[in-house]
Protein backbone atom coordinates (compact mmCIF):
# COMPACT_ATOMS: atom_id res chain seq x y z
CA UNK A 1 0.00 0.00 0.00
CA UNK A 2 1.60 3.36 -1.02
CA UNK A 3 1.63 6.26 1.83
CA UNK A 4 1.27 10.01 1.22
CA UNK A 5 2.00 12.47 3.22
CA UNK A 6 -0.14 15.64 4.24
CA UNK A 7 1.27 18.76 5.76
CA UNK A 8 0.09 19.76 9.47
CA UNK A 9 -1.12 23.04 7.88
CA UNK A 10 -3.09 20.88 5.16
CA UNK A 11 -5.44 19.01 7.20
CA UNK A 12 -8.25 21.50 6.84
CA UNK A 13 -8.15 20.88 3.58
CA UNK A 14 -9.03 17.18 4.07
CA UNK A 15 -12.20 18.79 6.25
CA UNK A 16 -13.13 21.06 3.08
CA UNK A 17 -12.70 18.33 0.71
CA UNK A 18 -14.99 15.95 2.96
CA UNK A 19 -17.24 18.74 2.90
CA UNK A 20 -17.26 19.57 -0.82
CA UNK A 21 -18.51 15.70 -1.16
CA UNK A 22 -21.62 16.37 1.06
CA UNK A 23 -20.59 14.89 4.53
CA UNK A 24 -20.79 16.51 7.75
CA UNK A 25 -17.43 16.37 9.70
CA UNK A 26 -17.60 15.28 13.00
CA UNK A 27 -14.37 15.11 15.23
CA UNK A 28 -12.82 15.33 18.80
CA UNK A 29 -13.32 18.43 20.85
CA UNK A 30 -12.86 19.41 24.37
CA UNK A 31 -16.38 19.80 26.08
CA UNK A 32 -17.22 19.33 30.01
CA UNK A 33 -13.42 18.21 30.23
CA UNK A 34 -13.39 15.44 28.52
CA UNK A 35 -12.70 14.47 24.23
CA UNK A 36 -16.33 14.03 22.86
CA UNK A 37 -17.18 13.57 19.38
CA UNK A 38 -19.05 16.60 17.58
CA UNK A 39 -19.88 17.89 14.61
CA UNK A 40 -16.12 20.45 13.58
CA UNK A 41 -16.37 23.89 11.82
CA UNK A 42 -12.77 23.99 11.08
CA UNK A 43 -9.63 21.75 12.25
CA UNK A 44 -8.40 24.59 14.75
CA UNK A 45 -11.50 22.96 17.20
CA UNK A 46 -9.43 19.62 17.32
CA UNK A 47 -7.43 19.04 20.98
CA UNK A 48 -4.02 20.05 19.72
CA UNK A 49 -1.57 19.33 22.46
CA UNK A 50 -4.48 17.57 25.26
CA UNK A 51 -3.86 14.08 26.41
CA UNK A 52 -5.99 12.43 28.93
CA UNK A 53 -4.43 10.68 32.31
CA UNK A 54 -6.72 7.94 32.74
CA UNK A 55 -6.72 4.57 35.54
CA UNK A 56 -9.39 2.95 37.14
CA UNK A 57 -11.55 5.50 38.10
CA UNK A 58 -9.92 8.27 36.99
CA UNK A 59 -10.00 10.30 33.41
CA UNK A 60 -8.49 13.49 33.67
CA UNK A 61 -7.25 15.69 30.28
CA UNK A 62 -3.59 17.28 30.52
CA UNK A 63 -0.85 19.27 28.53
CA UNK A 64 0.73 16.69 25.74
CA UNK A 65 4.42 17.60 25.64
CA UNK A 66 4.05 18.41 22.05
CA UNK A 67 0.69 19.81 19.58
CA UNK A 68 -0.70 16.99 18.60
CA UNK A 69 -4.62 17.14 17.53
CA UNK A 70 -4.55 13.10 17.86
CA UNK A 71 -2.46 12.76 21.07
CA UNK A 72 -5.27 11.54 23.11
CA UNK A 73 -6.60 7.93 23.05
CA UNK A 74 -10.13 7.63 24.03
CA UNK A 75 -12.89 10.14 25.39
CA UNK A 76 -16.33 8.43 27.25
CA UNK A 77 -18.05 8.07 23.96
CA UNK A 78 -16.83 6.19 20.24
CA UNK A 79 -19.12 6.19 16.93
CA UNK A 80 -21.87 4.35 19.45
CA UNK A 81 -24.03 7.33 19.92
CA UNK A 82 -24.12 8.41 16.28
CA UNK A 83 -25.44 4.77 14.82
CA UNK A 84 -27.58 3.31 17.84
CA UNK A 85 -28.52 6.89 19.15
CA UNK A 86 -29.57 6.30 23.32
CA UNK A 87 -33.14 7.68 22.24
CA UNK A 88 -35.43 7.19 19.32
CA UNK A 89 -38.39 7.11 18.20
CA UNK A 90 -39.70 3.66 16.50
CA UNK A 91 -43.22 4.40 15.74
CA UNK A 92 -46.18 6.80 16.42
CA UNK A 93 -49.83 5.88 16.64
CA UNK A 94 -52.94 8.76 16.08
CA UNK A 95 -56.16 9.07 16.28
CA UNK A 96 -57.91 10.98 13.17
CA UNK A 97 -61.06 11.09 11.47
CA UNK A 98 -60.19 8.00 10.06
CA UNK A 99 -59.76 5.97 13.18
CA UNK A 100 -56.39 5.41 14.58
CA UNK A 101 -52.95 5.75 12.37
CA UNK A 102 -49.48 3.84 12.69
CA UNK A 103 -46.47 5.42 11.22
CA UNK A 104 -43.16 4.45 11.21
CA UNK A 105 -40.38 6.97 12.50
CA UNK A 106 -37.03 7.66 10.80
CA UNK A 107 -34.54 9.85 11.57
CA UNK A 108 -33.03 12.45 9.11
CA UNK A 109 -30.33 10.89 8.36
CA UNK A 110 -27.35 12.68 5.94
CA UNK A 111 -23.70 11.35 5.49
CA UNK A 112 -21.39 11.86 8.12
CA UNK A 113 -17.59 11.61 8.17
CA UNK A 114 -15.41 11.03 10.93
CA UNK A 115 -11.77 12.28 12.18
CA UNK A 116 -9.93 10.45 14.48
CA UNK A 117 -11.64 7.15 15.34
CA UNK A 118 -9.14 4.83 16.67
CA UNK A 119 -8.62 0.92 16.08
CA UNK A 120 -10.48 -0.18 18.66
CA UNK A 121 -13.41 2.29 17.64
CA UNK A 122 -13.21 0.23 14.28
CA UNK A 123 -13.67 -2.95 15.97
CA UNK A 124 -15.98 -2.32 18.07
CA UNK A 125 -18.11 -0.70 14.95
CA UNK A 126 -17.71 -4.16 13.21
CA UNK A 127 -19.36 -6.00 15.99
CA UNK A 128 -22.27 -3.63 16.51
CA UNK A 129 -22.43 -4.05 12.36
CA UNK A 130 -22.76 -7.70 13.30
CA UNK A 131 -25.44 -6.86 15.85
CA UNK A 132 -27.54 -4.12 13.78
CA UNK A 133 -26.86 -4.72 10.18
CA UNK A 134 -26.27 -8.09 9.47
CA UNK A 135 -28.16 -10.17 11.86
CA UNK A 136 -31.52 -11.81 11.21
CA UNK A 137 -33.31 -8.83 12.24
CA UNK A 138 -31.61 -5.62 11.04
CA UNK A 139 -32.48 -2.38 12.18
CA UNK A 140 -32.84 -0.04 9.03
CA UNK A 141 -31.81 3.79 10.50
CA UNK A 142 -28.47 2.20 12.00
CA UNK A 143 -28.10 0.68 8.15
CA UNK A 144 -29.12 3.64 6.23
CA UNK A 145 -26.52 5.52 8.85
CA UNK A 146 -24.05 3.11 8.25
CA UNK A 147 -23.76 2.91 4.58
CA UNK A 148 -23.18 6.49 4.19
CA UNK A 149 -20.04 6.95 7.01
CA UNK A 150 -16.71 8.02 6.10
CA UNK A 151 -14.33 7.04 8.79
CA UNK A 152 -10.85 8.91 8.52
CA UNK A 153 -8.75 6.62 11.06
CA UNK A 154 -6.02 7.76 13.29
CA UNK A 155 -3.24 5.26 14.69
CA UNK A 156 -2.46 5.76 18.30
CA UNK A 157 1.21 6.87 18.67
CA UNK A 158 1.05 6.00 22.74
CA UNK A 159 -1.28 4.06 24.79
CA UNK A 160 -3.45 5.38 27.74
CA UNK A 161 -2.82 3.11 31.09
CA UNK A 162 -6.43 1.59 30.64
CA UNK A 163 -5.70 0.40 26.94
CA UNK A 164 -5.38 -3.34 26.48
CA UNK A 165 -6.12 -3.47 22.58
CA UNK A 166 -3.23 -5.55 21.80
CA UNK A 167 -4.31 -8.66 23.83
CA UNK A 168 -8.39 -8.54 22.06
CA UNK A 169 -5.93 -7.82 18.66
CA UNK A 170 -7.60 -4.89 18.27
CA UNK A 171 -5.25 -1.91 17.89
CA UNK A 172 -3.15 0.01 18.47
CA UNK A 173 -3.50 0.34 14.60
CA UNK A 174 -6.09 0.29 12.12
CA UNK A 175 -5.42 -2.79 9.34
CA UNK A 176 -9.40 -2.12 7.75
CA UNK A 177 -12.88 -0.71 8.16
CA UNK A 178 -10.95 2.93 7.56
CA UNK A 179 -11.62 4.90 4.45
CA UNK A 180 -8.27 6.52 4.93
CA UNK A 181 -6.08 6.33 8.10
CA UNK A 182 -3.76 8.70 9.50
CA UNK A 183 -0.19 7.88 11.60
CA UNK A 184 0.07 11.58 12.81
CA UNK A 185 3.69 12.99 13.32
CA UNK A 186 4.87 15.92 13.95
CA UNK A 187 5.13 17.91 11.43
CA UNK A 188 1.97 16.22 9.30
CA UNK A 189 -0.08 12.53 8.44
CA UNK A 190 1.06 9.81 6.75
CA UNK A 191 -2.20 8.65 4.57
CA UNK A 192 -3.52 5.26 4.02
CA UNK A 193 -5.85 4.88 1.41
CA UNK A 194 -8.65 1.59 2.33
CA UNK A 195 -11.31 2.10 0.03
CA UNK A 196 -12.39 4.03 -2.89
CA UNK A 197 -14.41 6.51 -1.53
CA UNK A 198 -10.82 7.11 0.29
CA UNK A 199 -8.86 7.34 -2.90
CA UNK A 200 -10.98 10.10 -4.29
CA UNK A 201 -10.69 12.09 -1.46
CA UNK A 202 -6.94 11.16 -1.53
CA UNK A 203 -6.94 12.68 -4.89
CA UNK A 204 -8.04 15.74 -4.32
CA UNK A 205 -5.41 16.21 -1.73
CA UNK A 206 -3.00 15.96 -4.36
CA UNK A 207 -0.11 14.31 -1.63
CA UNK A 208 3.18 13.63 -2.25
CA UNK A 209 4.44 10.33 -1.75
CA UNK A 210 6.04 9.99 2.10
CA UNK A 211 9.29 9.64 2.23
CA UNK A 212 11.05 6.14 4.01
CA UNK A 213 12.06 8.62 7.01
CA UNK A 214 8.62 9.23 7.58
CA UNK A 215 6.94 6.07 7.82
CA UNK A 216 9.93 4.71 9.77
CA UNK A 217 9.00 7.48 12.72
CA UNK A 218 5.36 5.75 12.17
CA UNK A 219 6.58 2.55 13.01
CA UNK A 220 8.03 3.59 16.14
CA UNK A 221 4.85 5.35 17.04
CA UNK A 222 3.04 1.94 16.74
CA UNK A 223 5.96 -0.45 18.31
CA UNK A 224 6.08 2.23 21.55
CA UNK A 225 1.83 2.05 21.46
CA UNK A 226 2.39 -1.76 21.87
CA UNK A 227 5.21 -1.62 24.22
CA UNK A 228 3.05 0.65 26.51
CA UNK A 229 0.10 -1.65 26.98
CA UNK A 230 0.78 -3.66 30.57
CA UNK A 231 -2.94 -4.51 30.71
CA UNK A 232 -3.81 -7.96 29.20
CA UNK A 233 -6.92 -9.42 28.58
CA UNK A 234 -7.17 -13.38 28.89
CA UNK A 235 -6.96 -15.02 25.52
CA UNK A 236 -10.83 -15.81 24.43
CA UNK A 237 -10.39 -19.79 24.91
CA UNK A 238 -9.73 -19.17 28.35
CA UNK A 239 -12.44 -16.31 28.78
CA UNK A 240 -14.64 -19.19 27.86
CA UNK A 241 -14.01 -20.89 31.25
CA UNK A 242 -15.69 -18.16 32.49
CA UNK A 243 -19.50 -20.09 31.81
CA UNK A 244 -18.27 -22.82 34.51
CA UNK A 245 -17.42 -19.95 37.09
CA UNK A 246 -21.16 -19.08 37.87
CA UNK A 247 -20.68 -19.52 41.52
CA UNK A 248 -17.50 -18.20 41.86
CA UNK A 249 -17.33 -16.45 45.73
CA UNK A 250 -15.30 -13.50 42.97
CA UNK A 251 -18.59 -12.08 42.05
CA UNK A 252 -20.01 -11.41 45.76
CA UNK A 253 -16.59 -9.43 46.09
CA UNK A 254 -17.34 -7.53 43.19
CA UNK A 255 -21.19 -6.76 44.04
CA UNK A 256 -19.66 -5.31 47.84
CA UNK A 257 -17.81 -2.34 45.18
CA UNK A 258 -20.25 -2.40 42.50
CA UNK A 259 -22.78 0.55 42.38
CA UNK A 260 -25.32 -1.05 39.36
CA UNK A 261 -24.61 2.48 38.21
CA UNK A 262 -24.61 1.61 34.31
CA UNK A 263 -21.87 3.70 33.47
CA UNK A 264 -19.78 0.72 32.18
CA UNK A 265 -22.24 -0.42 29.90
CA UNK A 266 -23.30 3.35 28.50
CA UNK A 267 -19.23 3.88 27.99
CA UNK A 268 -18.60 0.86 26.26
CA UNK A 269 -18.74 0.96 22.48
CA UNK A 270 -19.62 -2.72 21.78
CA UNK A 271 -23.50 -2.62 24.23
CA UNK A 272 -26.16 -2.51 22.27
CA UNK A 273 -29.44 -3.65 25.27
CA UNK A 274 -32.46 -1.20 24.62
CA UNK A 275 -35.70 -0.96 26.22
CA UNK A 276 -38.95 0.25 24.75
CA UNK A 277 -41.52 2.79 26.12
CA UNK A 278 -44.89 4.01 25.47
CA UNK A 279 -45.23 8.00 25.25
CA UNK A 280 -48.67 9.70 24.85
CA UNK A 281 -49.69 13.15 24.51
CA UNK A 282 -51.45 14.93 27.56
CA UNK A 283 -54.79 14.80 25.22
CA UNK A 284 -54.24 10.99 25.02
CA UNK A 285 -54.71 11.24 21.17
CA UNK A 286 -51.23 10.25 20.47
CA UNK A 287 -48.48 7.92 21.41
CA UNK A 288 -45.23 7.18 20.48
CA UNK A 289 -42.82 3.84 20.82
CA UNK A 290 -39.41 4.96 22.00
CA UNK A 291 -35.96 2.83 22.02
CA UNK A 292 -33.76 4.00 25.11
CA UNK A 293 -30.04 2.29 25.93
CA UNK A 294 -30.32 0.47 28.82
CA UNK A 295 -28.13 -1.86 30.62
CA UNK A 296 -28.05 -4.96 32.37
CA UNK A 297 -27.08 -3.33 35.50
CA UNK A 298 -30.80 -2.38 35.88
CA UNK A 299 -33.17 -3.86 37.99
CA UNK A 300 -35.87 -3.71 35.18
CA UNK A 301 -33.46 -5.40 32.63
CA UNK A 302 -34.24 -8.76 33.90
CA UNK A 303 -37.65 -8.59 34.19
CA UNK A 304 -39.58 -11.46 33.00
CA UNK A 305 -42.79 -12.29 32.96
CA UNK A 306 -44.12 -10.61 36.32
CA UNK A 307 -40.39 -11.04 38.10
CA UNK A 308 -37.34 -9.95 38.13
CA UNK A 309 -34.54 -12.64 37.41
CA UNK A 310 -31.49 -11.07 38.01
CA UNK A 311 -32.25 -9.21 41.93
CA UNK A 312 -28.70 -9.30 43.00
CA UNK A 313 -25.47 -6.93 41.76
CA UNK A 314 -23.67 -9.95 41.57
CA UNK A 315 -26.06 -11.04 39.31
CA UNK A 316 -26.01 -8.55 37.11
CA UNK A 317 -22.88 -7.82 36.25
CA UNK A 318 -21.72 -11.51 36.45
CA UNK A 319 -24.21 -11.74 33.14
CA UNK A 320 -22.48 -8.39 31.85
CA UNK A 321 -18.81 -9.92 31.82
CA UNK A 322 -20.40 -13.64 30.73
CA UNK A 323 -22.02 -11.92 28.01
CA UNK A 324 -19.63 -9.84 26.86
CA UNK A 325 -16.32 -11.91 27.01
CA UNK A 326 -17.72 -15.72 26.46
CA UNK A 327 -21.11 -15.71 25.39
CA UNK A 328 -20.73 -13.28 22.21
CA UNK A 329 -17.73 -15.58 21.20
CA UNK A 330 -20.82 -18.22 20.66
CA UNK A 331 -23.39 -15.33 19.32
CA UNK A 332 -20.75 -12.89 17.00
CA UNK A 333 -18.10 -15.28 16.64
CA UNK A 334 -15.75 -13.26 19.12
CA UNK A 335 -15.26 -11.98 22.81
CA UNK A 336 -17.38 -8.53 22.64
CA UNK A 337 -14.69 -6.35 23.78
CA UNK A 338 -12.42 -4.90 21.84
CA UNK A 339 -9.80 -3.57 24.55
CA UNK A 340 -10.45 0.18 24.80
CA UNK A 341 -10.68 0.73 28.19
CA UNK A 342 -13.55 2.67 29.25
CA UNK A 343 -15.42 0.71 31.63
CA UNK A 344 -12.47 1.09 33.46
CA UNK A 345 -11.93 4.76 33.46
CA UNK A 346 -15.22 5.48 33.79
CA UNK A 347 -16.35 2.90 36.84
CA UNK A 348 -16.94 5.52 39.69
CA UNK A 349 -15.57 2.93 42.14
CA UNK A 350 -12.26 2.09 40.01
CA UNK A 351 -13.60 -2.02 39.21
CA UNK A 352 -11.28 -2.89 36.65
CA UNK A 353 -12.68 -5.44 34.09
CA UNK A 354 -8.94 -7.23 33.06
CA UNK A 355 -8.25 -7.42 37.12
CA UNK A 356 -11.81 -9.49 37.50
CA UNK A 357 -11.25 -11.31 34.50
CA UNK A 358 -7.54 -12.27 35.26
CA UNK A 359 -8.65 -12.93 38.90
CA UNK A 360 -12.21 -15.39 37.62
CA UNK A 361 -10.32 -17.27 34.83
CA UNK A 362 -6.62 -17.46 35.95
CA UNK A 363 -6.60 -16.92 39.63
CA UNK A 364 -4.33 -14.07 39.73
CA UNK A 365 -4.72 -11.99 43.20
CA UNK A 366 -4.97 -8.64 42.25
S1 LIG B 1 -15.90 -4.00 27.93
FE1 LIG B 1 -14.76 -2.14 28.55
S2 LIG B 1 -12.75 -2.31 27.56
FE2 LIG B 1 -14.11 -3.79 26.56
S3 LIG B 1 -14.96 -2.71 24.77
FE3 LIG B 1 -16.42 -2.37 26.46
S4 LIG B 1 -15.75 -0.45 27.46
FE4 LIG B 1 -14.07 -1.14 26.13
S1 LIG C 1 -18.82 -1.98 37.34
FE1 LIG C 1 -18.53 0.20 37.88
S2 LIG C 1 -19.41 1.34 36.15
FE2 LIG C 1 -20.17 -0.77 35.99
S3 LIG C 1 -22.14 -0.73 37.09
FE3 LIG C 1 -20.58 -1.35 38.60
S4 LIG C 1 -19.96 0.59 39.58
FE4 LIG C 1 -21.04 1.17 37.68
Redesign the pocket.
Known amino acids: MTQHFLPKQQLQLLIDCLRAEGYGVIGPKVKDDAIVFEELADATELPYGIEEDSAPGRYQLKKARHKRAFAFNTGPQGLKPFLFAPEQELWRAEHTDDGLIFRQSFPAIRPLAFIGLRACDLA ?1 LALQDKHFAEGPYPDPSYQAKRQQLFIVAVNCSRSASTCFCVSTGDGPSAESGFDLCLDELDRGYLINVGSDKGQRIADKLGLEAASGAKRAVATRQHQRAVQQQERQMPDEKTLMTLVDKLDDQRWQDIAERCLACGN ?1 TS ?4 CFCSKQESHSDIKGQASSQVRLWDSCFSEQHSYIVGKVIRNEISQRYRQWVLH ?1 LANWQLQYGRSG ?8 AWCPVAID ?1 VEEARALCLGDKP
Open positions: ACVCPTKCVGCGRCIL
